[in-house]
């Protein structure tokens, strides 16, 4: 079962990968840096995220977020998908 | 001024010649010599370059010392001569503030039972240069663990501290925008944004507390963990307050270290930081009062650790500077195969690139910021690096 995201999530995620084709999945697993986004695109992605949701990312979680995946933000916005469940950064 | 003569303008010759905490026994000879061959001198240069380079502390000290305003027959012949014991008395009276303030925050960090090393301005200045009119301290840098952070920011906090930036008219400290603050945290693993408060006294416009948590950068591939140079560290006093520095062959590291990474950084090129004279300074007073042992210990955990060519980097321009300051040899076992690296910059940005002139030209040459091909990523203050 393909992983599935609030609208709003998708919509800003796919916004911040150029390199991710429409037409593939937005995987859990999919990683951001696989993708290109470099540090300063990360950080403006994390903004988008945080003011969306208005959810700002905890201080602990920050320092992992290289190689932060979809399902990890997902799950720091209170949106994760529905094959992770409870999907924790750094794991 | 020992050693081969430098292909350097006059003004950079003076300047390297009188940045030494023990200058040359004939420095009055050698001074007037050199003066006598290039009459067209530029001191307005001179104290331009003595500033940017941070050593116009101690170069005022050496020239009001040896009285080198004045020949041998008495002519002036330097100006400005009230500039130097300005300066001197002034980096004085400056870091006897600050010794008076961060004497106190160690007070407080010692309370909270915070494990920490101070690296860098403190323990030179007090434990090395051993006179508070030589070498200006910008701020208080505190290498603890990470999961300190909470106790360090506690202390900091009920000292008045604030992470932040001065307003421009220099009557508050104002949060630093989130993208900043994510950027850093996200970004800049080894350091945490600094803590600040206002001075309020022409000397002092801000104290600067600052925690980092490696000596190394993020992406240089060498382990982060302080702790073995927490464990290391040396007991002393400073600021009349029990602290703790690193060990004699743990300064040798990080001076070469963070040599290494401060020549190189973008940020650190762009706030015209990256090739100062002082830091060079800092490296052969390390040197000189090493001992063999501490040496032999240097050595070793420079190769376990695997920071040899940012050793070789910094002790390989050193000599270049002060050739009699580096033990024979000890560059060389640190050089690698590929020395490309050295005239490099950028690459702990990710972005390296090379140089299109050489060390001691661009060393001092004021324009070399404008020649970087890419500019750094990290938002915020650039004051506070």
Redesign the interface.
């Known amino acids: 079962m393909p992983d599935s995201w609030p609208s709003a999530f998708e919509k800003i995620m796919r916004a911040h990968l150029p390199r991710l084709d429409p037409a593939a999945p937005l995987t859990a697993t999919l990683r951001p840096a696989d993708q290109g986004v ?3 695109a ?3 992605l ?2 988008e995220l ?1 003011e969306e949701f208005d959810v700002p ?1 905890p ?1 602990d979680a ?2 992992d ?2 190689s932060v995946d979809v399902g990890q933000l997902a799950a720091l916005m209170g949106c994760a998908g529905n094959a992770l469940g409870e999907a924790e950064v750094g794991r | 001024m020992t050693g081969p003569e430098l292909e350097l303008p006059a003004e950079a010759r003076l300047l390297v010649a009188l940045a030494r905490l023990r200058p040359d026994t004939d420095v009055r000879g050698r001074v007037h010599d050199l003066l006598t061959r290039h009459e067209e001198f530029d001191w307005g240069r001179f104290v331009d370059l003595a500033s940017r380079h941070m050593v116009l502390p101690l170069i005022s000290r050496n020239v009001l010392r040896n009285r080198l305003s004045h020949d041998d027959d008495g002519r002036q012949q330097m100006p400005y001569a009230w500039l130097y014991a300005d300066v001197y008395q002034g980096t004085r009276r400056r870091n006897l503030a600050l010794s008076d303030e961060f004497g106190w925050v160690l007070g407080q960090l010692n309370a909270a039972g915070l494990r920490y090393v101070i690296r860098k301005g403190p323990a030179l200045t007090d434990g090395l240069y051993r006179d508070p009119g030589t070498r200006r301290i910008s701020d208080l840098d505190v290498l603890i663990r990470r999961t300190d952070l909470p106790v360090l920011a506690e202390v900091a906090t009920a000292a008045g501290y604030d992470v932040g930036k001065v307003t421009p008219t220099g009557t508050r400290i104002a949060p630093f925008d989130r993208r900043t603050t994510l950027y850093w945290q996200v970004n800049l693993g080894n350091v945490a944004l600094p803590y600040l408060k206002l001075g309020h006294r022409p000397e002092v416009e801000t104290f600067i507390l600052s925690p980092c948590f490696s000596l190394f950068q993020p992406n240089a591939g060498l382990p982060l963990s302080p702790d073995p140079f927490l464990e290391r560290a040396t007991p002393t006093v400073i600021y009349g307050q029990p602290a703790r520095v690193l060990d004699p062959a743990d300064q040798l590291i990080d001076a070469c270290v963070q040599l290494h990474a401060e020549a190189t950084l973008l940020y650190y090129i762009e706030s015209d930081k990256d090739l100062t004279l002082r830091k060079f300074v800092d490296l052969v007073e390390l040197l000189h009062v090493s001992t063999a042992q501490d040496l032999s210990r240097f050595r070793t955990r420079a190769h376990e650790l695997g920071c040899g060519p940012s050793v070789h980097y910094a002790l390989h321009y050193t000599r270049q500077l002060y050739p009699e300051a580096v033990p024979p040899g000890l560059a060389e076992e640190f050089q690698p195969a590929d020395t490309a690296y050295l005239d490099e910059y950028g690459g702990f940005d990710g972005t390296p690139k090379r140089w299109d002139v050489g060390f001691t030209e661009r060393m001092f040459d004021r324009g070399r910021r404008h020649a970087v091909e890419v500019r750094s990523n990290v938002p915020g203050t650039r004051s506070s690096v």
Request: proline share 0%.
């Open positions: 470099d540090s300063l990360l950080v403006s994390l903004l945080e990312v201080d920050l320092l977020l290289h």
